[in-house]
């Protein structure tokens, strides 16, 4: 390659990565919009079962999820499995929420999800608990050196990048059976540099390192939310075996 096709090369790159550079963000399944309970749903009725709801979360629970997040799926499942009380975990495929089928692009208008559909999916896995799960990032773009960029060789070797990052995770547990809102949680955190040339890490080089907290978080909050209730406890208490006296074993003689 002589300096002419160099030159030409490197000045095309700073070109495309000057006007591509004004901030990168990912939202998981930008083609759903999650609507709690949606407004054409509501009633009377709904209001008062809402309020007439109680936590009855017991010993153990089996748990349902919904997540707008695929790309970090089997991290989310891990971490719910080993939240304590849990027994065993299912994921609600988007296909019976959203029609989505795998590889499928989202176009058009958002769908929504509601709540309910929701609810009844997890009933029919005989789940007791509901977890919606949601995590997204923003970053990225240039800083004052980027006026340097006028020269060639400084746009190649001048930290003119930022890849400052704001990432988050939430996540909402459910009753399956009533409704009950057990916990509405969210955790954020902040990393990056101001300062970095084109060879920097990437905005999504920096979410990805601020994701093992960020779902380290979560599941706390999760275990925090999912402990079982005194009266769940009592009624399982209550449900228990009476204890039987030990008896004699079998074969001995009496004296």
């Known amino acids: 390659m002589n300096y002419r096709t160099f030159f030409a090369s490197a000045l095309l790159l700073i070109t495309t990565l000057g006007t591509g550079c004004g901030g990168s963000m990912y939202q998981a399944s930008q083609g759903t919009r999650f609507e709690p309970d949606s407004g054409k ?10 309020f007439d709801a109680s936590p009855q979360i017991g010993q153990s629970s089996r748990v349902a999820y919904y997540t707008f997040d695929d790309e970090h799926e089997a991290d989310i499942e891990k971490m719910l499995a080993a939240t304590p009380h849990v027994t065993s975990v299912y994921k609600i495929p988007p296909l019976l929420v959203t029609g989505q089928r795998p590889y499928q692009e989202s ?22 608990v509901l977890v919606v799960f949601d995590h997204g990032y923003k970053g990225g773009g240039v800083n004052p050196l980027v006026a340097f960029n006028v020269l060639l060789v400084p746009a190649l070797f001048t930290p003119w990048l ?23 949680m969210k955790t954020t955190d902040k990393a990056g540099d101001h300062y970095v040339t084109i060879y920097g890490r990437t905005p999504q080089d920096v979410a990805n390192d601020m994701w093992p907290k960020l779902l380290s978080d979560v599941q706390a909050k999760v275990a925090q939310s999912m402990q079982p209730t005194a009266a769940a406890a009592a009624a399982s208490s209550s449900n228990a075996p009476p204890a039987v006296a030990p008896s004699a074993e079998i074969g001995t003689k009496a004296p």
Not at 41 to 50: C, L, S
Not at 111 to 116: C, D, G
Request: without cysteine; negative net charge; hydrophobic residues 35%.
């Open 41 to 50: 749903e509501i009633n009377d009725d709904d209001v008062r079962k809402a």
């Open 107 to 128: 176009y058009g208008p958002p769908q929504e999800v509601s709540m309910k559909k929701l609810r009844l999916l997890a009933a029919r896995a005989h789940a007791d």
């Open 162 to 184: 930022s890849n400052e990052t704001d990432s988050y995770a939430q996540a909402f547990v459910f009753d399956v059976r009533n409704g009950y809102l057990y916990a509405d």
